[in-house]
C-alpha cells in the first residue's frame, strides 16, 4: 500500500495544529508536510508564526510566493498581485514534486493555488472554515474540495449540502493543561492579571490605547502584553520609560501554547481581537473579555465572533472606531464585575477527531 502523505496549507495555523495533534496520535504513519507563507507581513523580514509553529512541530514547512488582491492601493499590494502567477507555478512543481495523497486546506490566499493544482493532477482537497462567511479564498477552494467542514451551524448553507460537514472549532488541547510556571518573567504581586494580545502580527491601535493607560492600569493590574514581532522593540521602549510598576508589565512577541495555557489560567481579563481562534479558546476556557474587532474584516466576522461570547455573558465589544483610553479603561472596569463560567472542552476536542475521521474516509 502507497504511503498517505496530507500536505496541510492555508492561513489559519492554529485550528491546522489541533487536527494535526490527533492525527499524530491516530495515525503516526502518515507523513505530513505544510505549505505556507514564510513571512508574518508582505514586504517584511519577520518570520510568520505558521512557519516557526509548523517547524516547532516537527512538520517540514515549504514556503510559496503567493500573492493576493487586496482592497487596500498600495505598492505592496501591486507586488503581492504580481506574486500571482509565480505561486501558481510554484505550487503546480511542488504537487508534482511531492505528489501528496491528500490536500489538507485552512482557507486564506496561500491555500487556493495548490488546490487548484491539486484538483488539475487529480489528487483530493479538503477544507475548513473557521469564520462563520467564507472569503474569497474558501469560497474559490470549496468548488475544487471533496469535502468542506465548518465550525458554525450558519455556515452550513452558504456551501453545496451533499459535501459540508459541521465539526465545530478544532482547538488545541495544550491551552487546557498549563505548566506550574510561564518560561518568561512576570511579577508575582497578588494582584488581578491583564492579558492583551493582538494575534501573531500585534494589533498597533490596540497597542497605542494600552500605552497611554499603562500607569494607571499597572498601579491596579499585572499585564501580559502580547505586542507581535513587529512592535516588539517599540513595546520594550515604552516598559523601559515607565517611572513606576515597570515590574507589572511583561511584553512579549508572542506566546507559545504551554505559556499561553499559563496565561489563560491566570489571567483576570483577556483584551483583543476577536478572530475565530482566540475566541474559539476564551468560549472553551469560560474566560471574560474585552474584544475590539476590526471594523474593516470581510464580512464584519469578527464582530460576530465578538457577539457569540456577549450571549454568554463572557464578552464586552468595544468597536474600533470608539476604541480610546477612556472607552478601554471603563470596559474593563464593567468586566471586572463579570465572574468565569465553566468549560467544557470535549467538543473542540471532538472538532479534530472529526476531521481525522473524514479524512479516513476518502484516503
Not at 470596559?331 to 472538532?351: C, D, G, L, T
Request: hydrophobic share 45%; aromatic share 8%; net charge positive.
Amino acid at each position: 500500500m502507497k504511503p498517505i502523505k496530507i500536505c496541510i496549507t492555508g492561513g489559519h495555523a492554529t485550528p491546522a495544529l489541533a487536527v494535526i495533534e490527533v492525527m499524530k496520535k491516530k495515525h503516526p504513519e502518515w507523513e505530513l508536510l505544510w505549505v505556507g507563507r514564510a513571512v508574518a507581513l508582505e514586504g517584511s523580514n519577520v518570520r510568520s508564526e505558521e512557519s516557526r509553529l509548523v517547524s516547532d512541530a516537527g512538520i517540514p514547512f515549504y514556503s510559496i510566493d503567493a500573492g493576493r488582491l487586496s482592497r487596500v492601493f498600495s505598492f505592496a499590494s501591486i507586488v503581492s498581485f504580481l506574486k500571482i502567477p509565480i505561486g501558481y507555478i510554484q505550487s503546480f512543481f511542488f504537487l508534482l514534486r511531492h505528489r501528496p495523497t491528500m490536500i489538507l486546506s485552512f482557507g486564506g490566499y496561500v491555500a487556493v493555488p495548490i488546490a487548484v493544482h491539486a484538483w488539475v493532477l487529480g489528487i483530493p482537497v479538503v477544507t475548513h472554515e473557521q469564520s462563520h462567511t467564507p472569503g474569497i479564498a474558501n469560497r474559490i477552494i470549496s468548488m475544487f474540495a471533496k469535502k468542506i467542514f465548518v465550525s458554525h451551524k450558519d455556515s452550513l448553507s452558504l456551501f453545496p449540502a451533499k459535501k459540508t460537514v459541521y465539526t465545530g472549532l478544532p482547538i488545541r488541547s495544550g491551552i487546557f493543561t498549563a505548566p506550574k510556571e510561564p518560561s518568561f518573567l512576570y511579577s508575582r504581586e497578588s494582584l488581578p492579571m491583564l492579558y492583551i494580545m493582538g494575534g501573531s502580527t500585534g494589533a498597533k491601535s490596540i497597542n497605542t490605547v494600552v500605552y497611554e493607560i499603562l500607569p494607571r492600569l499597572l498601579s491596579t493590574y499585572r499585564i501580559i502584553h502580547q505586542v507581535g514581532a513587529l512592535s516588539f522593540d517599540e513595546a520594550k521602549k515604552i516598559k523601559a520609560a515607565l517611572s513606576a510598576h515597570g515590574d507589572r508589565y511583561t511584553v512579549l512577541p508572542y506566546i507559545d501554547i504551554s505559556d499561553l495555557a499559563w496565561v489563560y489560567k491566570h489571567a483576570s481579563l483577556v483584551i483583543g481581537r476577536s478572530g475565530a481562534n482566540t475566541v474559539g479558546e476564551i468560549r472553551a476556557l469560560g474566560l471574560r473579555a474585552i474584544c475590539i474587532p476590526l471594523s474593516w474584516g470581510g464580512s464584519h466576522e469578527q464582530r460576530l465572533n465578538a457577539e457569540a461570547l456577549v450571549k454568554h455573558n463572557q464578552a464586552l465589544i468595544v468597536e474600533q472606531s470608539q476604541l480610546s483610553p477612556d472607552t478601554l479603561e471603563k470596559a474593563i472596569a464593567v468586566m471586572e464585575k463579570q465572574k468565569n463560567i465553566s468549560y467544557h472542552p470535549e467538543s473542540s476536542f471532538r472538532a479534530s477527531a472529526m476531521i481525522v475521521e473524514e479524512l479516513e474516509t476518502l484516503l
